[in-house]
């Protein structure tokens, strides 16, 4: 476990070899036999799962929590909890209100699920900086919150309505960038955008919405002297030299994308970049050998700005 080796990695760094992150997540609370619901609402069996699992996979950094759903549920969105799967948003409060119309207030850490997670790297921390493992946090990207504030319209009124879609856009990136300081009080040494569904737009929609509603988060955390990145999902091959210049240190891709590809953006900006163990195709499904995948990712990441991990 290198925790500095993979702040390296991220800040695309030479590193001689590269580190490796389980993005655990829910998998945390299989580890340690509770329902996932259940170890998301209680700080102490989340501290629990989250070490047991970066201990089990030997992790030079892994997530406090991979949830999506906190920052929208801080704003006011409900949610539908789940034994084995994280929350769902259930509500879109901006779907047919402006942000001022439904008096949306930016979250405290006070607010919705923060407390808990504020006590649970209270917890895990110490047990983390032990194993010389980083701590990191991960907050739901301005296009993917924007989903949760005003539903799938989001992705027509980014063309159809764009004056709606800025004004919930820019309120996602400042609850971002509120998030980002939450994780940076409660000791994250690396802190992620994580916004999934901004490969589903083009490249010039990126840029006008999605680039300038981060810029406020990564300002947080270099202010605060940390290590930031992006994690994007999906075929994001059209926007993908935007997600290597919007501002973070490094990015982080799924299996749909060809890590040599990947790696020659990452190179060319002078950014980190993570992935690409078949998430699908081999973890779950088992259709390819898990460790002939991860010698091949290996082979394509190379030792230059390159983390291992689930893609």
């Known amino acids: 476990m290198a925790k500095q080796l993979l702040i390296d990695a991220i800040r695309g760094k030479k590193t001689p070899s590269p580190p490796w992150?389980?993005?655990?997540?829910?998998?945390?609370?299989?580890?340690?036999?509770?329902?996932?619901?259940?170890?998301?609402?209680?700080?102490?069996?989340?501290?629990?799962?989250v070490t047991f699992a970066a201990k089990r996979y030997h992790a030079d950094g892994i997530p406090l929590v991979f949830d999506l759903s906190v920052e929208a549920n801080?704003?006011?969105?409900?949610?539908?909890?789940?034994p084995d799967n994280v929350p769902s948003v259930t509500n879109h409060p901006l779907s047919d209100k402006s942000v001022a119309e439904a008096g949306l207030k930016l979250p405290t850490k006070e607010s919705g699920r923060w407390p808990i997670l504020f006590e649970a790297a209270r917890l895990a921390k110490p047990q983390l900086e032990q194993m010389d493992c980083a701590l990191m946090?991960?907050?739901?990207?301005?296009?993917?919150?924007?989903?949760?504030?005003?539903?799938?319209?989001?992705?027509?009124?980014?063309?159809?309505?764009?004056?709606?879609?800025?004004?919930?856009?820019k309120f996602a990136g400042q609850v971002?960038?509120?998030?980002?300081?939450?994780?940076?009080?409660?000791?994250?040494?690396?802190?992620?955008?994580?916004?999934?569904?901004?490969?589903?737009?083009?490249?010039?929609?990126?840029?006008?919405?999605?680039?300038?509603?981060?810029?406020?988060?990564?300002?947080?955390?270099?202010?605060?002297?940390?290590?930031?990145?992006?994690?994007?999902?999906?075929?994001?091959?059209?926007?993908?030299e935007s997600v290597a210049q919007v501002g973070t240190h490094g990015f982080a891709i799924d299996e749909q994308l060809n890590l040599n590809f990947v790696r020659d953006?990452?190179?060319k900006?002078?950014?980190?970049?993570?992935?690409?163990?078949?998430?699908?195709?081999?973890?779950?499904?088992?259709?390819?050998?898990?460790?002939?995948?991860?010698?091949?990712?290996?082979?394509?990441?190379g030792t230059t700005g390159y983390c291992f991990a689930p893609g």
């Open 176 to 240: 971002g960038a509120r998030a980002a300081q939450l994780y940076a009080e409660m000791g994250a040494d690396i802190i992620a955008i994580v916004d999934p569904v901004a490969s589903q737009i083009k490249d010039a929609t990126f840029k006008e919405f999605v680039h300038p509603y981060c810029q406020d988060a990564i300002k947080v955390i270099n202010d605060a002297g940390l290590t930031s990145s992006f994690f994007i999902c999906g075929d994001a091959t059209k926007v993908l």
């Open 137 to 169: 946090g991960l907050f739901c990207g301005p296009l993917t919150l924007a989903s949760h504030l005003a539903g799938v319209r989001i992705f027509t009124d980014v063309y159809k309505n764009k004056e709606k879609a800025h004004d919930v856009l």
């Open 269 to 301: 900006h002078k950014v980190g970049f993570g992935g690409n163990l078949k998430l699908t195709l081999a973890l779950s499904l088992g259709l390819l050998s898990p460790r002939e995948d991860a010698i091949v990712s290996l082979a394509a990441g």
């Open 21 to 49: 992150v389980p993005y655990a997540g829910v998998h945390c609370a299989f580890l340690i036999g509770e329902p996932a619901d259940k170890m998301l609402k209680d700080p102490e069996l989340l501290a629990k799962g």
């Open 74 to 82: 801080s704003v006011g969105c409900d949610l539908k909890w789940w």
């Open 265 to 267: 953006i990452a190179i």
